[in-house]
């Protein structure tokens, strides 16, 4: 059974910073690519970024370029989002997916985790 927990979420100003992490257990690939979403109150679920097994790839959404980077611990199956320069438009709840693979862009994802709130006051 596949887990993903994603931490490090919380209530921070305009201008602070956050780290989320993902821990993943559970599975035995040996090569995946996971990726950051969010949804925000009364909207759907968007993509915010991907990074490959090896890391040497990733992907960001307009809207965080620049501002948030994603980064991998593959001995110890997590992923990163490191959030800088924070909005109040960040707010939403975050999630972490995992798709088996190497590609650095899927149209779905077969695991998700359970989500961590970010909110971000003026």
């Known amino acids: 059974q596949v887990q993903l927990v994603e931490s490090g979420g919380g209530l921070v100003q305009a201008g602070d910073s956050l780290r989320l992490s993902c821990a993943a257990s559970g599975h035995t690939f040996t090569t995946y690519t996971m990726g950051w979403f969010r949804q925000a109150p009364g909207r759907e679920r968007t993509f915010v970024a991907t990074i490959t097994w090896s890391g040497g790839s990733t992907r960001y959404s307009d809207s965080v370029k620049g501002r948030f980077t994603i980064s991998r611990d593959n001995a110890n199956k997590t992923v990163f989002l490191q959030m800088n320069s924070l909005k109040t438009e960040d707010t939403a709840v975050y999630y972490c997916?995992?798709?088996?693979?190497?590609?650095?862009?899927?149209?779905?994802?077969?695991?998700w985790g359970q989500g961590t709130q970010v909110t971000v006051s003026s």
């Open positions: 997916a995992l798709e088996p693979g190497t590609n650095i862009y899927y149209s779905t994802y077969d695991y």
